[in-house]
């Protein structure tokens, strides 16, 4: 992937999920691009200007298996949450996510997944912006 970096005047993070894409912030001084995207590098504390456009697939960091919903109601069919490292970040950055399209017991750690959209016309500038991520075969 090529790397376009973006001026954070020009866009920034909530605003490209409306259009379909991730930010990641990337750091001048220490190389490293992280997401969900921020103003501060926290491990040289030089502030981060610059925004780049990541790939919207990445890999299964860790995941659980709820059985209770955020309104604290019992659910039979567990939600998976999972921390997806997004690719073109630095390792280790990614972000929370639900999955979606797959049985708990299929899920693994390692596993490569794709974002599915909203459409676009449903999009509002919000994580949410994506429904869930999907297992891809490579």
């Known amino acids: 992937m090529e790397y376009k970096i973006i001026h954070y005047e020009d866009e920034v993070g909530l605003a490209a999920m409306k259009e379909g894409y991730i ?6 001084h220490c190389r490293k691009t992280v997401v969900p995207p921020r103003t501060v590098c926290e491990w040289c504390f030089h502030p981060m200007l610059d925004y780049v456009p990541l790939l919207d697939t990445g890999t299964i960091n860790t ?7 955020w309104d ?3 659910i039979k069919t567990p939600e998976i949450p999972a921390v997806i490292e997004i690719d073109g970040a630095s390792p280790l ?3 929370m996510h ?10 693994a750690i390692g596993m490569r ?8 016309q449903d ?3 919000a994580i949410t912006d994506i429904k ?6 490579e």
Do not use: D, N
């Open 113 to 120: 997944v794709q974002a599915v959209w909203k459409s676009a």
């Open 93 to 95: 950055h990614g972000i």
């Open 132 to 137: 869930y991520f999907k297992p891809i075969k």
């Open 23 to 28: 930010l990641g912030s990337y750091c001048s």
């Open 98 to 107: 639900k999955l979606g399209e797959i049985k708990p017991e299929q899920v």
């Open 123 to 125: 999009r509002e500038g």
């Open 72 to 74: 604290v109601q019992r």
């Open 63 to 69: 995941f659980s298996l709820c059985y209770v919903t």
